[in-house]
């Protein structure tokens, strides 16, 4: 019998519109002061309700907003070929730890590891990445761009334990039990 594997795979969640995260943080800021209002002094006339809704609005816009990238582990030796072309800077403690230019590496390593890009329905979205991941990574902030560097670390150097949900397995046995 012949085994085959699928190589492992991780989700990097990308929203397009930043500003609605501003909107979201001062939505909730508002929200929270105004809690705290109300509890203080339960005359106040009490606009928590409509400030939760307005924070699950742009919560919806920002899911409405986001896409999913697929980012799949490459073969152990094309890994290894990258890792060979990129040695690390001699002052880079970065560097040092992970034995490879991080910063060099990720520029060749993330585009081949992107798999598909899907919307919020699970839908394939048409993404060339040969001709658009360059602009899209250059408009990215280091914040966003840090989280494809995790993923396709934690695809090709993560480990590969099979998971275990204590809460799920606890929620299966509780349900058997009655």
Not at 42 to 64: F, G, S, Y
Not at 65 to 89: C, Q, Y
Request: glycine share 4%.
């Amino acid at each position: 019998m012949a085994l085959t594997i699928k190589r492992p795979e991780t989700r990097v969640a990308f929203c397009l519109d930043g500003n609605l995260k501003a909107e979201h943080e001062a939505a909730e800021a508002e929200f929270n002061a105004a809690r705290n209002r109300s509890l203080a002094d339960a005359r106040l006339n009490d606009p928590v309700k409509e400030l939760a809704k307005k924070i699950t609005d742009i919560e919806e816009a920002m899911k409405a907003s986001t896409v999913e990238f697929v980012i799949r582990g490459m073969k152990r030796g094309d890994w290894n070929e990258l890792v060979a072309a990129h040695a690390p800077r001699e002052d880079n403690m970065l560097d040092k730890t992970y034995g490879f230019n991080v910063e060099s590496l990720m520029t060749v390593a993330i585009p081949q590891g992107i798999a598909g890009v899907e919307n919020q329905a699970g839908e394939s979205l048409d993404f060339d990445v040969k001709t658009e991941w360059d602009a899209l990574a250059d408009d990215m902030t280091d914040s966003q761009y840090e989280d494809f560097v995790l993923a396709t670390l934690r695809v090709n150097k993560g480990r590969n334990d099979v998971p275990f949900s204590l809460s799920a397995f606890r929620m299966i046995q509780d349900s058997d039990q009655t």
